[in-house]
């Protein structure tokens, strides 16, 4: 079994901070990309951020210059560091990997449970 185990969410008021964990537990080989995706209500699932495993990391328009993401492979653990939050950021923040675990078994994708974040006075 794997599992993404996600932390960090919260209220907080705009212009705050918030930073995201996610782990992957379990039986894992390798992890590969890792990232976050999110979701407010009324509202398709959208890209915040991902990374490869060798740190390319790519970002949503929308949260370019605000929102850092880094991983630390040897934890398989990702984090979002999220600076100057507005309201429009509020939604349910989801983890998600693409995890080989073993040998001569392929990839798959994993999706956390989500944790709330809500930006708001």
């Known amino acids: 079994q794997v599992h993404l185990v996600e932390s960090g969410g919260g209220l907080v008021q705009p212009g705050g901070s918030l930073r995201l964990s996610c782990t992957a537990t379990g039986s894992i080989f390798r992890v590969n990309n890792m990232g976050w995706y999110r979701q407010a209500p009324g509202k398709r699932r959208e890209l915040v951020a991902t990374?490869?495993?060798?740190?390319?990391?790519d970002y949503a328009d929308s949260v370019k210059g605000r929102f850092t993401l880094s991983r630390d492979n040897a934890k398989n653990t990702v984090y979002l560091q999220m600076n100057m939050l507005k309201p429009e950021d509020t939604a349910v923040y989801y983890c998600?990997?693409?995890?080989?675990?073993?040998?001569?078994?392929?990839?798959?994708?994993?999706w956390g449970q989500g944790t709330q974040v809500t930006v708001s006075s």
């Open positions: 998600t990997a693409d995890i080989v675990r073993s040998v001569n078994v392929d990839v798959g994708h994993y």
């Open positions: 990374s490869t495993r060798d740190f390319y990391t």
